[in-house]
């Protein structure tokens, strides 16, 4: 009985063979679609999961006067030592510290950065062991531990233990475990651990200074818990760790608080942003929006599929007549309907398992890591036989219940009227536009909001500038300025390659503080980005006094600064003139005031996410520690070489770190761009899903209207006439389409774009735009069909009647 239900199935798929190549490609290319996104969600959903569930990270938060509160992800480095004899819940505390050093082992040399930690690392984060012991291996100094990649890229094997790297080729460091790499997603980006107990290590040094008020967020801090202590124990301990061992009592002078919190490394990837972070943090609303496009294309096909199924039902009608009158029981019947459909959706999976296999590399290009799908495996491959099954069932189900239950006189009349009432397929029909037109109004918003992304990044780029972090010596800043391509050289605190904020908390008045970002810059650097004076003027060497001076015998120093616009927000003022001759003072040090001479635009080096903070630029020589190199157009991969030979040449210690600025600005929209290529590619997917159920439904509905178009026309009815009821058929669902889709889209888009510091308005043409694109597309996909049949003469529908 199997293999003769299973026979009439085939032959019923084959014998229409458009329809069942139109229902499969459909369904594979949705279900491909949402196979690569689900990957997405998956990889996301799992980041840290390398790591035992209760491993915590400790996490720092300053709060300056005037409200503004900066986060970091790492915490002061005694946050350690105070958690495991001040909160007894703490079983294992550990810290790294980064540092960037010139690693060289033979003829190979590079620059890379160096994780001075604790001893009991390893116990806190658990890792894989290829060699060596990781329970000892940073107990001594001058230990290390490489990953697998690493020890490959200095020694050429996986197990150098007991050989030496040197740093800046004067420290040595000796290998004393090799673990394997860690996995893609995990917010760790260390890959050489070395033992924190190394006299020149940041980490010693920092153990190294005597207790008192101070605060430094540059120590990653994790732990792990006793057997039965809770998380919810140690956070109600961390503000008093904060008075005990930071020193910094709760109402202090300054007006500043500090905050410690707790988080499980497995909620690492969508906590806030912090200012040091390794990695860049997941996008929480991304990733959900990535699952429910998945969704909403599944849904797309699976309604097509569904749809053009349920449109031949009257058709199989007269079928079902003559195998009930030839004695086929309606069990048989039943399991035929489904069993064409587990063959059409079966194709259609083998074929979407397969675009999966083929897009995966682009698709990891894309989002810049390594995606795999396991598809075989027990689980994954059950998963995938019962989306099979279920998709088989939603779509046959009513058709076989309904069909095999007629009796075989009313199943050769061609069954029940009601079977041609199509009310089911016109509302699938909605749900389907309503999905392809949301998909394709938030990608316009998306497109728009990524090139304004995109416009504020090319303005860094567009400056053609390289930066270097180096002393800014006389010898070096000439030595470059010699360089063929070089336009213009200097100097200025680290901006763009570090981590650090360096704050100021400002009295603005005797009750009032505010803080601000301070920028340490040479005359010559603010004009380098085209930046100029909205009000005032900008540093001239000229000028004596625009250089910072030493403090004075009684500590005074006075410091002429320039702001930038959100500074002039601040303070409360309209107009920029109004700023010029404004005097400050330090809160920490009355003695330091500052004197406002000019006033620019803001310059937006972060990420569109990111608001430029209040900004005082002032010239202090003793801060610099960047040369800010600007190129000829078209010179940039010169003077980057040239910078690398002048560096040798002149003996400089180690390597250079060189950071051209067009490398940066592109890294700024990487993620947004990537949004924007992955929504656009889901509205491409949903627009082939319609277009080939658009026209399958066109062709079907033009066969089973033949009769009726045949009389109109035999009654007069033109074709113009007949052409635009057949159109009108169509073009009535895209417009409650439109209407469904339209608020929840704003509502969506209007949330996503929130999440940006700056972001264009939420205009009314997209919506317009999004409609009028279904509406010509319903348009160029059945309405030559419709023309096409609209044109035959009345004898080609009615010669057979």
Known sequence: MLRDTLRAAWRSVTSSKFYAAVNIAGLATGLAAAILLFLFVRDERTWDHYFPADTYRLSSAITMPGGVTVTFDGTDYVAAEGMRPDIPQVAVAARMMPQDWTVRHGEVEANETIYWADAALFQVLPMEAIAGDLATALTAPNAAVLTRTMAQKYFGQDAPLGQTLRLNRDHLLRVTAVIEDLPPNTHIAAQIFASGNTPFSNLAEMDARPPGFHFD???FTYFRLRPGASLEQVRAALPDLVVRRLHIPRDNAFGVAVDLSAIPVRDIHFAPA?????KA???????????IIALLILTAACVNFVNLKTARVSRRAMEVGVRKAAGASRPMLAAQFIAEALIEVAAAMVIALAAVELLLPWFGALLDRDIAFAYWQPGTAALLALAVLAIALLANAWPALLLSSLRPA???RGGPAFLDKGRLRRILVVVQFAILTGLVIATIIIWRQTQFAAASA????AHNMVLVAAPCSDGLRNGLVGLPGVEGVACAEPLMMGTDEPVEMIRLSPTSLHSFNTLSVDAGFLESFNLRPLA???????????LVAPPGPDGAQELRIVINQTAVHVLGLTDPQRAIGLRFTAAAYPQRSFTVIGVVPDLHTGPVRVPVPPTFYFADPSRFAMLSVRAAPGRTGDVTAGIRNLWVATAQPGLPKILPLDLYAAGLTKGIRRDGILLAAAAAVALFIACIGLFAMATFMAEQRTKEIGIRKALGATTRQVTSLLLWQFLRPVLWANLIAWPIVWWLMQSWLNGFAYHVPLDLWPF??????????TLATVGGQAFSVARQPPVAALRYE
């Open 217 to 219: 967020a540059s120590a």
């Open 274 to 278: 912090g200012v040091n972070a390794m």
């Open 536 to 546: 005032g003027r900008l540093f001239d060497r000229a000028q004596g006094g625009d």
């Open 410 to 412: 009313v199943a050769m």
């Open 458 to 461: 090319a303005r860094l780029s």
């Open 281 to 291: 943090p997941g996008d929480e609303a991304a990733v959900w929006a990535a699952a």
């Open 768 to 777: 317009l735009a999004g409609a009028a694109f279904t509406l010509v597309l």
